[in-house]
């Protein structure tokens, strides 16, 4: 039972233009949403995230997007830059303190 | 300020022998989490702890698979009799509150991928 997906499992973009991140949850409990970048035999990084009691969070070139009645959240990065090229996680959170991951969506920026 | 910190970064076993992994979180940071990452796969949620406590283990597998956070020293992710199965990349996170700083933000070590033979 997938609670968190991410139904792209990559992304191309061209550098400097916008990349969209999707996600979709089913657990109207979630109150927290989280956006984690991997590197390649790293662990994630935290990036951003949202409360649900928002529709939106800005921090620089990444901007999260929440709609809680079609259960979704975006990230958006703009512009893109070659060294975002990473693997993109949406986590969820809610009574407990434990996340919930998406499968990932690996983006790649070209020049 | 160093941050979360995993040992081994790999770790190769056979199979019936025992693995151990270790966590030590974020300076000032009480709460600990495991998270275990299959080849193509997203993490999953194993076990929460607190120092000397266990809050949350629905994710632990019911045999072979323990983990302590002592008073003292890191939390330890000890997995008994290896299976190929096992194979996997264990991660480690850190908060220093129960729900992270704001929105329950959990801050990862680089993980340890152990291999079963």
């Known amino acids: 039972d997938q609670q968190v997906k991410q139904n792209s499992p990559s992304l191309s973009v061209q550098e400097g233009r916008i990349s969209i991140l999707n996600c979709d949850y089913t657990n109207s409990m979630f109150d927290y949403f989280l956006w984690y970048k991997k590197y390649p035999a790293e662990g994630p990084t935290f990036l951003i995230s949202?409360?649900?009691?928002?529709d939106k969070n800005e921090d620089g070139r990444f901007t999260v997007f929440l709609n809680k009645s079609a259960k979704h959240l975006s990230l958006h990065i703009v512009p893109s830059q070659p060294g975002d090229s990473a693997v993109y996680f949406c986590?969820?959170?809610?009574?407990?303190?434990?996340?919930?991951f998406g499968t990932g969506t690996r983006l790649q920026v070209f020049p | 300020n160093a941050g979360v910190m995993q040992n081994p970064r790999h770790l190769v076993r056979r199979r019936g022998q025992e693995a151990r992994l270790r966590c030590s979180p974020m300076k000032g940071h009480s709460h600990v989490y495991w998270y275990r990452q299959l080849p193509e796969e997203g993490l999953k949620f194993m076990v929460y702890?607190?120092?000397?406590?266990?809050?949350?283990e629905s994710g632990m597998p019911k045999e072979r698979f323990s983990a302590e956070f002592p008073k003292e020293g890191p939390s330890i992710l000890r997995i008994q009799q290896v299976v190929r199965g096992d194979s996997a990349a264990y991660f480690c996170?850190?908060?220093?509150?129960?729900?992270?700083?704001?929105?329950?933000?959990?801050?990862f070590g680089p993980g340890t991928r152990l291999t079963v033979l």
């Open positions: 996170a850190s908060s220093p509150v129960a729900g992270g700083l704001t929105y329950n933000e959990q801050f």
């Open positions: 702890l607190q120092k000397e406590n266990i809050i949350d």
């Open positions: 986590a969820a959170s809610g009574e407990t303190d434990k996340l919930i």
């Open positions: 949202i409360s649900s009691i928002k």
